[in-house]
């Protein structure tokens, strides 16, 4: 029996040592249990083609950017095998014979020749970093056991391939080949696989944009060492031995910046995909940036580009130069709220469509009108008159969409507004009220883009989609019949290019302009101005947004041709001035776009303001002998008598003959009554003679003094066209130049007189 045990002594020994290892192990292995949990990665941002927008590093200012270990580049892999830990697929995570050979060269050195690490333990290392003693070196052992016996190579490799140190600032290999090379894993080439495989060895020794000529020698070493090893052929050396190593600034990743922002602080995703389109995107930001250098200091811009269809944002340009802190560099306007300035104006009329209330060719008001205590007026001080829906839309006339949101009713279109989804800042307390259609509400290029998708997608806006995390979603803003009308209406705007439909728009003191354009596919729109809210005198949506827009509208090459008209819609003649369909005889016949069929009387007045007249059609009593008017007072032989009349504000912009004064006979003097007879022009211009001519010395400030007799306050004077300042009885003009003149007076009540002069100075 002694013999027995004495022969088979080593055996057991082993036997009962192996055992208690593996007791060991395993209780070792539960009390400290092992994970390959992720240090925190860079997050990224890309673009639709998987290009990098914006890179940001971690809390230390590492760059770590995650991989997966299908997306590493195959040369890279082999080479990484090869040079490491060649029976990386066979050890149990520690190569016993690789430890001895590391082992003994060090005890005959002194020192050491090589590491006897395998790829396992250096993910161990990484993971559970120790001291480099010896203890340190057999817990780095066991670790590695551990991870082996619970994650599967491809694991531990994919830890190795995101944590493993590539010199400064540089964790992983997917950080080390887009700041060594400026491109991901996937593209590198033999040589720089190569250099990416020594790197982690001796990362600061090797450190290529440091170091290059040691990079160079112990790249070339590996790819050698693969020739040895047949795994290159000669050839394939060859090549690559031709590729220098490039001493490349650190990339700096800058496209889309405000947007890559806004996604890092709303998503903790490592890697955020977006639908930037980003050819389209560096060259918008290059208009942008060349732009606001012709306007002046300080001015910024923003810019997007969304589909339709999708809600897909193609481009966002938050400011114009990152990289210009004088520009208000960090401050996203596509966020910043701030007045829209006429561009809410084509809701207005869409609403009004829907309502019933007009049709593209409705009779409108250009004239000086008071709504309550709100008296609006143009953005050139101009009145031009009977307008249309149209021409109103397209030349973007303040008094029309005012008389169109009375009487659509403001409170009506800010709840319809909210209810489809747009955004809209209130002052503080302040309740809707019509200064809405001029810009008198809060809101950002981001709602505005919103919005008008609906006018390319059938009435229907489109939730706007900024990365593959947002949730596809549409909203009904107005029915498809309204919007194709409203987009049909905005492509006749004679500075817009062929298939687009642009709407502009400045805010109050020239602070925000505004050009949002629409064509079947894309809604894009742009906004200039100073984000501090300093007003640039002399720029405006017109002159300053619109080139801007046409300029990136040449970017998108595909068009569709503008769609067929639903069949909500319909092509009708109406007459103007009533505004019913076509009958003869009919004054002024147009051709108009009618929704469901509906065609609206044309108004007469303004909610709030009772006019003389306020139908088409006027009745009065007429003397069959004198043919005067005459009232159902008066004893005289009458018949009843009915005459088209204009809306009573618009007389003075009428031809002669359309005129009430020549349409509505004048008094009886036979039939007067308790009162006066009642006159036809309510208001007199006294001081002042039609058809007057001054000669006047260029000294002299003052060239008239001029008095409103009658009529009823307030007074609008009107010099060829342009409302002056004053709303008095009297009034002084000054400072004319040589040149024809015409002034018209108008009264609340809509009565008016009108004297021409001319003048010259000497």
């Known amino acids: 029996m002694r013999a027995f045990w004495m022969s088979f002594r080593p055996l057991i020994i082993l036997s009962l040592a192996g055992l208690f290892f593996i007791f060991s192990f395993f209780v070792y292995d539960l009390v400290k249990p092992v994970d390959l949990n992720s240090r925190y990665l860079s997050q990224t941002v890309l673009a639709d083609d998987g290009s990098i927008l914006r890179t940001f590093p971690d809390q230390q200012g590492v760059w770590r950017f995650p991989v997966r270990l299908e997306d590493v580049s195959p040369n890279y892999l082999e080479a990484l095998i090869n040079y490491e830990d060649q029976y990386f697929y066979q050890h149990p995570g520690v190569n016993p014979l690789a430890l001895i050979r590391a082992t003994w060269q060090w005890i005959r050195s002194g020192r050491i020749i090589s590491g006897g690490s395998t790829l396992t333990m250096q993910v161990a290392r990484i993971r559970y970093p120790e001291p480099r003693t010896l203890w340190g070196k057999a817990k780095e052992i066991v670790r590695a056991l551990q991870i082996e016996w619970h994650f599967s190579k491809a694991e531990i490799l994919t830890y190795y391939l995101n944590h493993a140190p590539f010199g400064g600032t540089y964790e992983g290999i997917q950080a080390a080949s887009i700041g060594y090379f400026g491109h991901t894993v996937k593209q590198l080439t033999d040589a720089q696989a190569a250099l990416l495989a020594v790197l982690p060895q001796s990362p600061s020794y090797y450190r290529p944009d440091i170091h290059n000529d040691r990079a ?69 930001s290059q208009l942008l940036k060349g732009h606001v250098k012709t306007i002046g200091r300080k001015v910024s811009a923003a810019a997007m580009i969304v589909e339709n269809a999708t809600g897909k944002v193609r481009v966002y340009a938050g400011s114009a130069d990152f990289s210009d802190n004088s520009r208000f560099a960090h401050v996203d306007m596509v966020q910043a709220i701030r007045s829209p300035g006429s561009t809410l104006k084509p809701f207005i009329f869409g609403f009004a469509l829907d309502k019933g209330l007009i049709h593209s060719e409705s009779l409108l008001m250009d004239v000086p ?81 919103y919005a008008y998708t609906s006018l390319g997608n059938k009435g229907q806006a489109r939730t706007l989609k900024f990365s593959t995390l947002d949730r596809e979603h549409q909203q009904s803003l107005m029915s498809e019949g309204a919007a194709w009308i409203i987009r049909k209406i905005l492509l006749g705007n004679p500075d817009a290019p062929h298939g687009l439909a642009i709407k502009t728009g400045t805010s109050y ?7 949002i354009g629409v064509n079947q596919d894309y809604t894009l729109g742009v906004w200039v101005g100073r984000p501090d809210g300093t007003p640039i005198p002399g720029h405006y949506g017109q002159v300053t947004a619109v080139p801007l827009l046409n300029a990136i509208y040449q970017l998108i090459n595909e068009q569709r041709p503008f769609p067929a008209m639903p069949s909500q819609v319909s092509k009708q003649s109406i007459c103007w001035p009533q505004g019913d369909a076509f009958a003869v005889p009919c004054e002024q016949s ?33 003397a069959k002998d004198s043919k005067l008017r005459v009232n159902l007072d008066c004893q005289l032989s009458a018949d009843k008598k009915f005459i088209t009349v204009w809306p009573a504000p618009l007389d003075n912009w009428l031809d002669k003959q359309q005129r009430r004064a020549s349409r509505i006979p004048i008094w009886d003097p036979r039939c007067k009554t308790v009162g006066e007879i009642v006159s036809q022009s309510g208001v007199k211009i006294r001081g002042l003679s039609d058809q007057s001519a001054f000669q006047i010395p260029k000294s002299q400030s003052r060239i008239l003094q001029l008095t409103a007799e009658g009529g009823e306050a307030p007074f609008y004077w009107l010099l060829n066209g342009r409302l002056l300042s004053s709303k008095q009885r009297k009034i002084s003009i000054h400072d004319l130049d040589s040149g024809n003149y015409r002034l018209t007076l108008l009264d609340q009540a809509g009565a008016s007189d009108q004297k021409s002069f001319s003048l010259k100075r000497y």
């Not at 090549?239 to 490039?246: M, T, V």
């Not at 969409?401 to 800010?414: G, T």
């Not at 003191?509 to 050009?515: K, V």
Request: proline share 5%; net charge positive.
């Open 216 to 284: 160079v020698i112990a790249r070339n070493k590996l790819m050698q060492r693969l020739v040895t090893q047949q795994k290159w052929s000669q050839a394939r050396l060859e090549d690559a031995l031709i590729e220098d190593i490039p001493i490349l600034a650190k990339q700096h990743y800058q496209s889309a910046p405000l947007l890559s922002r806004r996604l890092i602080t709303s998503h903790a995703d490592i890697q955020i995909n977006t639908f930037i389109k980003p050819q389209w995107q560096r060259q918008v």
């Open 369 to 449: 009108l008071k709504f309550g205590d709100y008296q609006p007026a143009n953005f050139n001080g101009e009145v031009s008159g009977p307008v249309s829906v149209t021409s109103a839309l397209q030349k973007s006339l303040n008094i029309p969409a005012v008389q169109v949101l009375e009487q659509l009713n403001p409170v009506y279109f800010y709840l319809n507004m909210i209810k489809a989804g747009v955004d809209l800042h209130l002052p503080q307390n302040a309740k809707p009220n019509l200064a809405i259609a001029l810009g008198g509400i809060g809101t950002n290029l981001e709602e505005l883009i």
């Open 509 to 515: 003191g020239y602070r925000d302009a505004w050009a």
């Open 590 to 622: 147009r051709e108009a776009y009618i929704l469901d069929r509906t065609i609206p009387k044309t108004w007469y007045n303004t909610k709030q303001s009772s006019q003389a007249f306020d139908q088409s059609q006027f009745q009065y009593w007429q």
